[in-house]
T-cell receptor, first 113, second 113 residues
Framework: GQQLNQSPQSMFIQEGEDVSMNCTSS?????WLWYKQDPGEGPVLLIA?????ELTSNGRLTAQFGITRKDSFLNISASIPSDVGIYFC?????????????FGAGTTVTVRA | NAGVTQTPKFQVLKTGQSMTLQCAQD?????MSWYRQDPGMGLRLIHY???????DQGEVPNGYNVSRSTTEDFPLRLLSAAPSQTSVYFC????????????FGDGTRLSIL
C-alpha cells in the first residue's frame, strides 16, 4: 500500500479560526476517509466520501472528494480547543475483494498559546 | 456494545520473546485488520482477514502471524520480538464490502528492549 501525502504536517489553531488540510495521492481512489486520533486512543472516523466531487459535512467539519480522485480536503470551521489531535486521511480503492486503506502521515493540530 | 477491544493496552518485551496481541469485535464485522503506527508515519497494514478462516498479508507482514478461527477474534502473534517492532498496534474491523469505514480499537503500545 502506498502512503498518501498529507499537508500540512502540523498546524497551530486559535479558537474561532477556520483551518484546512489536504491529502494527495499519485493513484486514484474511489473512497476517501478522514479520521481523528486523540492521545492514547484509536482513530475515529469523521467523514467518509464515496464519489468524485462530493462535498460532505459533519457539524463544523467539511470534506471534499477531489474531482481527479487523487486528492481530498478537510476544513474545520470556527475551531474550538477540543479540535486538537491528529487528523489522518485514508484512501481506498474498492476492488473485488480489496478493503485495504492507505493512510497519510497525519496533520497534528495544536492550540496556539 | 464494546466495538473493537484490544488487549493488552501496554506491553514490554525482551528481544526474542513471543507474544499475542488480542483483538475482538462484537459488531459481526467480516473484515478485520491489524495496523502499526510509528512516529511521523501513517498507519501501515500488517495483515487482514475478509472472514473466518481467511487471512492475507498487508504492507508490512514480516515477523507477524495471524489467524481467524472465529468472526469475532483476530489475534496478532509476534514469534520472536525485535526492537524494530516497537510500535503502537491498532486493530480495525468493518462490514465486508468496498468503502465500508473501518472502526479502530484503542491500540496496544508495545516496547521491545
Amino acid at each position: 500500500g502506498q502512503q498518501l501525502n498529507q499537508s500540512p504536517q502540523s498546524m497551530f489553531i486559535q479558537e474561532g479560526e477556520d483551518v484546512s488540510m489536504n491529502c494527495t495521492s499519485s493513484s486514484i481512489f474511489n473512497t476517501w476517509l478522514w479520521y481523528k486520533q486523540d492521545p492514547g486512543e484509536g482513530p475515529v472516523l469523521l467523514i467518509a466520501l464515496y464519489k468524485a466531487g462530493e462535498l460532505t459535512s459533519n457539524g463544523r467539519l467539511t470534506a471534499q472528494f477531489g474531482i481527479t480522485r487523487k486528492d481530498s480536503f478537510l476544513n474545520i470551521s470556527a475551531s474550538i480547543p477540543s479540535d486538537v489531535g491528529i487528523y489522518f486521511c485514508a484512501g481506498q480503492l474498492r476492488g473485488s475483494n480489496d478493503y485495504k486503506l492507505s493512510f497519510g502521515a497525519g496533520t497534528t493540530v495544536t492550540v496556539r498559546a | 456494545n464494546a466495538g473493537v477491544t484490544q488487549t493488552p493496552k501496554f506491553q514490554v518485551l525482551k528481544t526474542g520473546q513471543s507474544m499475542t496481541l488480542q483483538c475482538a469485535q462484537d459488531m459481526n464485522h467480516e473484515y478485520m485488520s491489524w495496523y502499526r503506527q510509528d512516529p511521523g508515519m501513517g498507519l501501515r497494514l500488517i495483515h487482514y482477514s475478509v472472514g473466518a478462516g481467511i487471512t492475507d498479508q498487508g504492507e508490512v507482514p514480516n515477523g507477524y502471524n495471524v489467524s481467524r478461527s472465529t468472526t469475532e477474534d483476530f489475534p496478532l502473534r509476534l514469534l520472536s520480538a525485535a526492537p524494530s517492532q516497537t510500535s503502537v498496534y491498532f486493530c480495525a474491523s468493518s462490514y465486508r464490502g468496498g468503502g465500508q469505514p473501518q472502526h479502530f480499537g484503542d491500540g496496544t503500545r508495545l516496547s521491545i528492549l
